[in-house]
């Protein structure tokens, strides 16, 4: 079945840093991918959707200066936290959709990112 | 916009019990709805959805329907195994546009099924 790749699955990096987090359509053609955040035992919050080819479109209070997103290719999207902070230590997860007029069913399994 | 609420956890159940877990909605329009697993250190999965009022989505013995009437969706088990345990995510689809085919997704509710 599809399956969407996120690499890598953990990082660990210092304050000031940036890192990349990919997220890969494996068997089928992704033009929309989405970005999400979960806190410890909280929900998954939307920080962006990318569409093939365009610029990303962000949720109210995410800073897109920080969070960049990339979505070069119908099957790779990344996300670049920038000048990296502790407090942006969370789980992130993206998520592909190849349909039109439904919703994404295919996850990452995610990252874990720590700044230390 | 929409949005779910889902029943706090933990859930702890014996192996073999009934499991339902709460979830409501509110939307506007006719949103679809998803029940999402996370088993530890994965990620998630869709488990079932239903994309209308009254549909009843199935899978690997979960079950749950699309309640216009009480705007609710909640996820029923007969009879749960140690496997079960996992976090269980209510979602439905947003209502805004720019985000095509985004979700919103419940807090999440931890189970654990003991033998």
């Known amino acids: 079945g599809a399956v969407v790749s996120q690499h890598p699955s953990w990082v660990i990096c210092k304050s000031g840093t940036s890192v990349k987090i990919e997220c890969r359509s494996l068997d089928f053609q992704a033009t929309t991918m989405f970005w999400y955040r979960q806190f410890p035992k909280q929900s998954l919050m939307l920080m962006a959707t990318s569409n093939e080819g365009s610029k990303a479109t962000y949720e109210q209070g995410v800073e897109k200066d920080k969070f960049l997103i990339n979505h070069a290719s119908l099957t790779l999207s990344t996300l670049t936290v920038t000048s990296a902070h502790p407090e942006d230590s969370s789980f992130y997860i993206c998520s592909a959709s190849s349909q039109s007029g439904n919703s994404p069913l295919h996850f990452g399994n995610g990252t874990r990112l720590t700044v230390t | 916009g929409n949005s779910v609420t889902q029943m706090e956890g933990p859930v702890t159940l014996s192996e073999e019990a009934f499991l339902t877990i709460n979830c409501t909605y509110t939307?506007?329009?006719?949103?679809?709805l998803f029940w999402y697993v996370q088993y530890p250190g994965e990620g998630l999965q869709l488990l079932l959805k239903?994309?209308?009022?009254?549909d009843k989505g199935s899978n690997k013995g979960f079950e749950a329907t699309y309640r216009k009437e009480t705007t609710s969706f909640h996820l029923e088990k007969g009879s749960v195994q140690v496997s079960d345990s996992a976090v269980y995510f209510c979602?439905?689809?947003?209502?805004?546009?720019?985000?095509?085919?985004?979700?919103?997704f419940g807090k999440g509710t931890s189970l654990l099924v003991t033998p």
């Open positions: 979602a439905l689809s947003r209502s805004n546009s720019n985000s095509g085919y985004a979700l919103n």
């Open positions: 939307a506007t329009g006719y949103p679809s």
């Open positions: 239903a994309t209308k009022a009254d």
